[in-house]
């Protein structure tokens, strides 16, 4: 899979079913392999005045990857 398939995913959390954001770009540690995905968090009106920036979802907190939606569980 390529990111630009994973990019065009929504990143959907399974403990509230919000959507988190955009993915635009991915950790890769030493040995080649994803460690996270790098989110551009979902703005709102307060949120786009004060600008949160990015967050991570580890590769492990990933519970599913499906067609149209990535699925994970957020400890937030």
């Known amino acids: ?3 630009s ?3 065009t995913k929504n990143i959907v959390s399974m403990d ?3 959507n988190i954001g955009n993915i635009i770009d991915v950790k890769i540690n030493e040995k080649g392999m994803i460690d996270a995905l790098v989110i551009e968090q979902n703005r709102n009106m307060l949120s786009f005045l ?3 920036g990015e ?3 580890d ?3 990933i ?3 499906g067609e149209d939606v990535i699925l994970v569980r957020t400890h937030y």
């Open 16 to 18: 509230n079913g919000k």
């Open 5 to 7: 398939d994973l990019q």
């Open 50 to 52: 004060n600008r949160e």
């Open 63 to 65: 519970e599913k990857i």
């Open 59 to 61: 590769w492990k907190d």
């Open 55 to 57: 967050m991570y979802i």
């Open 1 to 3: 899979m390529r990111l």
